[in-house]
């Protein structure tokens, strides 16, 4: 079955660092746009980074612009997300998100990030 399975997560310091990853199986990995996705409490979720299955060019929000670095790996199936100078405002729960066109729309159940001031 489709699983997609993030990992990484914890709690760090401001100014700290911390590197998500997410390990994909049960769909074809390599023809799916990927995405990380965060939601805080009491805010609705929000596109992070993303990076396309066709030439993994990448989208970031502006708020992680220069701070986040978002990757692939084709051959074993995981998508990561870099996150350095970490700040308060970045706390919440970090989903993977896997999309083929309109079609075929995949979530992880999140890892909770949490960065102390």
């Known amino acids: 079955q489709v699983q997609l399975v993030e990992s990484g997560g914890g709690l760090v310091q401001f100014g700290g660092s911390l590197r998500l990853s997410c390990a994909a199986s049960?769909?074809?990995?390599?023809?799916?746009?990927m995405s990380w996705y965060r939601q805080a409490p009491g805010k609705e979720r929000e596109l992070v980074a993303s990076?396309?299955?066709?030439?993994?060019?990448?989208k970031y929000a502006d708020s992680v612009k220069g701070r986040f670095i978002i990757s692939r790996d084709n051959a074993k199936n995981t998508v990561g997300l870099q996150m350095n100078s970490l700040k308060p405002e970045d706390t919440a729960v970090y989903y993977c998100n896997g999309k083929y066109r309109r079609w075929y729309d995949y979530w992880g159940r999140g890892t909770q990030v949490t960065v102390s001031s």
């Open positions: 990076i396309t299955s066709a030439d993994s060019s990448t």
């Open positions: 049960g769909f074809p990995f390599s023809i799916y746009d």
